[in-house]
């Protein structure tokens, strides 16, 4: 069975810091790898996802993943955090074939402090 | 907001009452799904559908059912609820279920309370 653990539960940080969030996942196959945030009272929005090719992927505002296969890892990265990233952020992972059934982490929230 | 509203947004009800929860896209998608979202957890998938009349189910698909008779519309049900069933609940959809292109999209969620 396919899981996701997510490190870091709640990161404070403040602003223009540098960020890393950790995600490892455990699957005996090829998978596609996400990274979903959900800001304070809204519904989880796509920043980046990884399909194949360039293990570097770039996403909205300013956020990057990269997806080191041999480590079964997909760490999220942004070098200069703003107060409005404060949110909680989901990295989640789905077989190549079929229905895209999205396995998610237990998440990271993350406060920046202005 | 991918054209997505889930009704009720909110609901307080009571052990072993029958609860129906709605999703309704406009965007004419064939994959729909439904999440559970709780502390500790993240999300985890409950059913889903691929289809008219075709579903199948997730990960934590005990107490659940679901049934989808349009395209647009796909209805999560809890028989009889329990306690273990307060959560939030997404519905999500995609186009085609998979490929580089694919992104589920989610709606903005039903917050429901079992006493």
């Known amino acids: 069975a396919q899981s996701v653990s997510q490190h870091n539960h709640h990161v404070i940080l403040s602003e223009a810091a540098s960020l890393e969030l950790g995600c490892n996942y455990s699957?005996?196959?090829?998978?596609?790898l996400f990274w979903y945030v959900q800001y304070p009272g809204q519904h989880l929005q796509l920043l980046l996802k990884?399909?194949?090719?360039?293990?570097l992927v770039k996403g909205i505002k300013g956020f990057e993943a990269e997806f080191i296969k041999s480590k079964f890892s997909f760490n999220l990265r942004k070098p200069s955090v703003q107060w409005s990233d404060t949110a909680e952020y989901f990295c989640?992972?789905?077989?190549?074939?079929?229905?895209?059934?999205?396995?998610f982490g237990q998440g990271t929230r993350l406060t920046i402090n202005p | 907001d991918a054209g997505i509203t889930q009704s009720p947004r909110h609901k307080v009800t009571e052990t072993g009452t029958p609860v129906t929860l709605r999703c309704h896209q406009t965007e004419n998608h064939r994959y729909m799904y439904w999440y559970r979202q709780d502390p500790g957890h993240g999300l985890r998938l409950i059913h889903y559908s691929y289809g008219v009349k075709d579903t199948d189910k997730g990960e934590v698909s005990d107490g659940y059912s679901v049934s989808r008779s349009k395209t647009e519309d796909f209805l999560l049900t809890l028989e009889s609820a329990t306690s273990s069933q307060t959560s939030v609940y997404f519905c999500a959809i995609s186009t085609s279920g998979t490929g580089p292109s694919e992104t589920q999209y989610f709606g903005p969620g039903t917050r429901l309370l079992v006493l």
């Open positions: 989640a992972v789905s077989p190549i074939q079929g229905a895209q059934k999205l396995v």
């Open positions: 990884y399909f194949s090719g360039d293990p």
């Open positions: 699957y005996g196959g090829t998978v596609n």
